[in-house]
């Protein structure tokens, strides 16, 4: 059957539907071979059309060819808004975003060295302990291999690696595997020959796993089992069954472990070295190498001074009566003076008034008249007061008001390198992915150059 629009898609890229953000449903040819320009008011979707549709689609297209594997490491791109796009070669866009090459410029700082590094982590980064700092050597399909000899000698078993399908893909994942030359899959328990399954999909689909090898455990054949062990290994990212009986079977998971401290480490993958995804970011900082807090310092800047001349700033302009009365049953009950020198006041009582008096309740007094109330309660403090202010503030002012008495500190858990432990756990030729991507441009080719 002829493609219907075979001559149309050698001369020109067709695109049909277009709805991409401003696109409104358009159709349109783009000749092959030619230099075509884009033009059109603001907001036409004129880089929609050339980054939304064109390139997206070229690119997903390109991503799709590529193996499993390959992609994972790949950010995938949804499919664009359009109905159909014919006769598209592979894409490139070249953006015009300005690059600034200043001398200082690290790795770090330049994102296609960066991605680049967190592949070359994934791929080839050598694991430690986080706790011991022992390097963790990754041997588990010979360890899967030595148990096998070791519990399973002389056994009947088949090898089989659990893929991911749902009743959507099933076909295609079959079909693809099929294709590799693999002839056996399980599905739900049951053993098939590929072809009688792939047109005939159930409904349902639970566990699939695909049948590497059927074989019987035998020290004389031990590179067989070596090599089916890995290839399990791989297909099944990291896991694999040996299935003996129906009712007899083991999962195998390759880790990075330490056996010495007990401690797990997460397979590297490119999300792992990225501060900007939970699985990469320092939890204390959420990636940005930083923390913010209120400092005392600045909130007390002159400890010369007393509460009543001022020492506290964000209380300088207090002076209401309610203010005073407050303040007056706090110095009664941590026995202060407040004319006294902030740096003289008793400890007890400057961390009451900065932190809080946290489970103590304060006898504050105030009163209406001649009449005196009293009532119990905890003294918030002021760092925590002044936090929750943060929070609630809604105006550019209010925040700019509260954040003179912040400080900016390099993240006490990452050291500021903005990524978790975990991830800092691989190195490079003795390097984590941190100390390579702080290093300039210049350093790190002359360092990549050495190793
Ligand atoms: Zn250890
Ligand atoms: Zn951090």
């Not at 005196?372 to 943060?390: E, N």
Request: net charge positive; hydrophobic share 35%.
């Amino acid at each position: 059957m002829a493609r219907k629009h075979s001559t149309d898609t050698r001369k020109y890229i067709v695109i049909k539907g277009a709805r991409q953000h401003n696109l409104k449903n358009i159709d349109l040819k783009i000749p092959h071979n030619t230099f075509t320009v884009i033009t059109g008011p603001s907001g036409s979707g004129k880089s929609s059309l050339a980054f939304d549709i064109l390139y997206a689609e070229g690119q997903r297209r390109y991503i799709e060819s590529l193996s499993t594997y390959a992609r994972q490491f790949i950010e995938q791109l949804d499919k664009p808004d359009v109905d159909l796009v014919e006769g598209l070669s592979p894409t490139i866009a070249i953006e015009n975003k300005q690059i600034a090459t200043n001398p200082r410029s690290t790795v770090g700082t330049v994102t296609e060295i960066y991605d680049f590094l967190r592949l070359l982590f994934a791929r080839l980064g050598k694991a430690h302990c986080p706790a011991c700092r022992r390097e963790i050597r990754i041997s588990y399909a010979e360890d899967t291999v030595n148990e096998l000899l070791k519990n399973h000698d002389r056994a009947k078993i088949m090898v089989l690696s659990p893929v991911r399908a749902d009743s959507k893909n099933l076909r295609k994942v079959l079909q693809k595997l099929e294709r590799e030359g693999f002839i056996r899959v399980r599905l739900d328990g049951k053993i098939y020959e590929i072809h009688e399954i792939s047109n005939h999909v159930p409904d349902t689909v639970g566990r699939l796993e695909i049948v590497i090898d059927r074989l019987v455990v035998d020290p004389r054949k031990r590179s067989r089992i070596t090599d089916s062990v890995e290839l399990a290994y791989r297909i099944g990212e990291g896991k694999l069954v040996i299935l003996e009986s129906p009712d007899k079977e083991f999962l195998f998971t390759e880790k990075y472990a330490c056996d010495l401290c007990g401690i797990n480490l997460p397979e590297p993958s490119p999300r792992l070295f990225s501060f900007n995804n939970p699985e990469g970011a320092c939890p204390r900082c959420d990636g940005l190498g930083f923390e913010e807090s209120f400092d005392p310092e600045l909130i007390i800047s002159n400890p010369e001074l007393s509460i009543r001349e001022g020492a506290i700033l964000p209380w300088e302009n207090k002076n209401s009566v309610t203010f005073y009365e407050q303040l007056e049953s706090l110095a009664r009950h941590y026995k202060f003076d407040i004319n006294l020198p902030f740096k003289d006041l008793p400890k007890r009582a400057k961390e009451a008034l900065l932190f809080g008096s946290g489970n103590e309740e304060i006898p504050f007094y105030h009163y209406r008249g001649n009449r005196r109330f009293v009532h119990k309660r905890r003294f918030p403090g002021i760092i925590p007061f002044l936090k929750q202010k943060l929070e609630e503030a809604k105006t550019l002012e209010e925040k700019k008001e509260l954040e003179q008495y912040i400080r900016k500190n390099p993240c006490s858990l990452c050291n500021g390198t903005r990524l978790k432990k975990e991830a800092l756990s691989f190195t490079y030729h003795g390097l984590t992915i941190s100390d390579i991507s702080t290093m300039s441009v210049k350093e790190a080719h002359e360092w990549f150059k050495s190793v």
